[in-house]
């Protein structure tokens, strides 16, 4: 029997510019050395911190919230600033679901992404 189930309810999101705002490490590079395959033990992790993220629910267009200004030179976002963002969600299938095949459907993610599971890239 097919069960759907959301998962549009309790994401963390992170827009990588505060990061470097911060002074902190890049984390978040997308082309370090163990972003093809292997395990991630940072940001892409399953045991990374992420307490201090701003909540948020899916569907999520987080320019939006942003205000509009000259110095963002792109003129078709309405002058909004763009970039790398992050969304993250920790989430448990119940003893039902064991040895039952699991399927994650992603709906409208621009552009590009990386999908992690369990600290392992998958897509």
């Known amino acids: 029997m097919k069960r759907v189930l959301s998962l549009d ?7 990588e510019c505060e990061i470097a705002k911060n002074g902190l490490d890049d984390y978040f590079n997308m082309f ?11 940001a892409r992790g399953s045991s990374f911190f992420d307490g201090d993220w701003e909540n948020v629910n899916l569907p999520d ?9 000259r110095e963002f030179e792109d003129k078709t976002q309405g002058h909004k600033p763009r970039g790398a963002v992050w969304y ?7 003893l039902s679901m ?4 699991v399927f994650l459907k992603f709906e409208a993610i621009a552009i590009k992404s ?10």
């Not at 267009?61 to 200004?69: A, G, H, I, P």
């Not at 993250?88 to 119940?94: A, D, E």
């Not at 990386?114 to 897509?123: A, E, L, T, Y």
Request: aromatic fraction near 10%.
């Open 61 to 69: 267009d987080w320019n939006t919230r942003e205000c509009c200004s």
């Open 98 to 101: 064991e040895n039952r095949r």
């Open 88 to 94: 993250r969600k920790t989430f448990s299938l119940s």
């Open 9 to 15: 309810k309790g994401w963390k999101f992170k827009k």
């Open 32 to 42: 370090a050395s163990d972003s093809k395959t292997g395990i991630a033990s940072d």
């Open 114 to 123: 990386d999908i992690w599971v369990n600290s392992i890239k998958v897509s």
